[in-house]
């Protein structure tokens, strides 16, 4: 994760958020959104508190109508401030999707990551297989474009192939790349901080008719619950929080921290291809590394071609392998890339490299996911005390295969907008409300003493309504891409409120 001159490593972006993307068009408004039964948890006496001079923004309902081009999905936009110090003057759009449920008990609000990820696409594109039948049944699916991101205001900052520019090494530093972004963007650039996107998912509850909000968000989605916590406790109902970022951190600690863990990833992964046959990087551990090592500096010194043009360097092999540190299910896929990188086609692998960069076969980039990144974190994350040549050297002692890769300069100093995040640990969590808060062992981009840590904030001095479950496995996040156990305490959490044994392993 970076939010310096360098591309985005977005390295705490949900894949299945990311990878699985498509441009739509947001229907208009149209029909009321009908009463459901309270969702489960919900005090039917209770009435969540408006915050002042935010009446009108409250009164809204949200207007459904079927999204375009889209068969069983309901679109809407809601406004909301663009400065709550300032709620009187210009308004917002916060683009929502809803897959309707069958036997509805209330919304179930979801946030794939970034930050940058659309929710509206996570709904659009895998809310069938992310999420499961019986949550489906239950709740209504609920996905929204935060702030700045897709179509909710979005920042867009270079063109496509200012990005493709970038990749290939000729990139921006944060003072050019933020003269870009204000030049069409300079009214929202101060106001896309995660406190911002947090007030808007209030307004976005009351909007659909629930008292309080039941959540499931995703590695950045769960700073942003987090976040919605600290602000509106009382509104909380259940909280599912999986792959969990550590609101302490700052964006150095964040990055050395990934670092270190991607690069313990990798060592798994090679030691794993050493059991396939013709693996080119043989021999597991050390060895393993050093080869894959070699491949990196001969593409740094010699770079391939691909058919379209472009340049296949060590920067897009270092691209491609991140994709499977995030999920296992690519670990055959990187091997297959590898033989025929050998044979000396980069094709398979600047594949990868694009899927996880989200750039489409057409040569256009699916959204805005790059400078929504940069834009958000400039305004989260204080001065880093750790950067440019001193944040180089400690990735390469921490990380000597990959961490040279996701260095660069952390400073956000030449940003057109000011930081407005502080660091600092999670509320304790509301006594009427629920968390469950999902680590896996194995996460490179949100290592699992992260989810630890959170949980023990929301927690505080009483653990009886949080609770962690850990995924003993590898890649990023684990609902809805691991196994039947972690499904079964997840939909049991959010359905029932069962809440799991203490230290319970999937």
């Not at 909000?213 to 999986?242: I, Q």
């Not at 600690?253 to 990934?258: A, F, M, P, S, Y």
Request: net charge negative; glycine share 10%; with cysteine.
């Amino acid at each position: 994760m970076s939010t310096g001159s360098t591309p985005p490593r977005r390295t705490v972006l949900r894949p299945r958020g990311a990878f699985i993307r498509a441009v739509a068009a947001i229907a208009a408004l149209a029909l009321t959104t009908s009463c459901t039964p309270p969702a489960p948890g919900a005090d039917e006496t209770y009435a969540a508190p408006v915050p002042d001079a935010l009446e009108d923004y409250y009164e809204q309902s949200m207007q459904w109508e079927p999204c375009e081009g889209e068969s069983g999905l309901e679109c809407a936009e809601i406004e909301v401030p663009l400065d709550y110090d300032a709620p009187d003057e210009e308004r917002i759009s916060i683009a929502v999707i809803r897959q309707k449920a069958l036997m509805p008990r209330g919304s179930l609000f979801v946030n794939p990551g970034g930050p940058g990820a659309s929710g509206v696409d996570l709904v659009k594109n895998s809310g069938s297989t992310t999420f499961s039948s019986s949550l489906r049944e239950k709740f209504h699916l609920v996905g929204f474009d935060p702030r700045g991101v897709g179509r909710s205001a979005p920042v867009e900052c270079r063109s496509d192939a200012q990005l493709d520019a970038s990749r290939a090494g000729d990139s921006l530093s944060i003072g050019q790349l933020g003269a870009l972004c204000a030049e069409a963007n300079a009214r929202v650039l101060p106001h896309l901080d995660t406190g911002s996107a947090a007030r808007d998912l209030d307004i976005l509850r009351a909007a659909v008719g629930d008292k309080r909000l039941n959540y499931l968000g995703f590695s950045y989605g769960t700073k942003l619950g987090a976040a919605y916590s600290d602000r509106f406790g009382e509104n909380v109902g259940r909280m599912v929080l999986d792959g969990a970022m550590n609101p302490m951190l700052g964006i150095d600690q964040v990055t050395t921290g990934q670092a270190q863990r991607f690069e313990q990833a990798v060592r798994e992964w090679v030691d794993w291809c050493d059991g396939i046959r013709d693996c080119p990087v043989d021999g597991g551990g050390e060895a393993g590394l050093a080869e894959l090592e070699k491949i990196m500096d001969r593409l740094g010194q010699d770079p391939m071609t691909t058919a379209d043009g472009r340049r296949f360097d060590d920067h897009e092999l270092a691209n491609a392998l991140l994709l499977p540190m995030y999920d296992d299910g690519w670990w055959d896929s990187m091997v297959a890339g590898l033989m025929d990188l050998e044979e000396g086609d980069p094709e398979a692998l600047m594949s990868m490299a694009d899927a996880r960069s989200g750039r489409l076969d057409d040569g256009t980039y699916a959204d805005n996911s790059w400078d929504a990144f940069t834009a958000i974190n400039c305004l989260d994350y204080p001065e880093p005390e750790l950067s440019g040549a001193e944040l180089d050297r400690t990735l390469d002692d921490i990380s000597p295969t990959i961490g040279w890769y996701l260095g660069g300069s952390l400073s956000c100093a030449d940003w057109p907008a000011d930081p407005v995040g502080e660091l600092g640990p999670a509320e304790p969590l509301n006594e009427n409300s629920e968390a469950l808060v999902v680590g896996t062992t194995g996460d490179p981009a949100t290592p699992y003493e992260w989810s630890q840590a959170l949980a023990d904030q929301l927690a505080g001095e009483d653990r009886s309504n949080v609770h962690l479950l850990t995924y003993d496995g590898a890649g990023h996040t684990a609902y809805g891409r691991s196994n039947d156990c972690v499904t079964r305490v997840v939909d049991g959490f959010l359905l029932d409120s069962e809440a799991p044994e203490p230290d319970k392993v999937c």
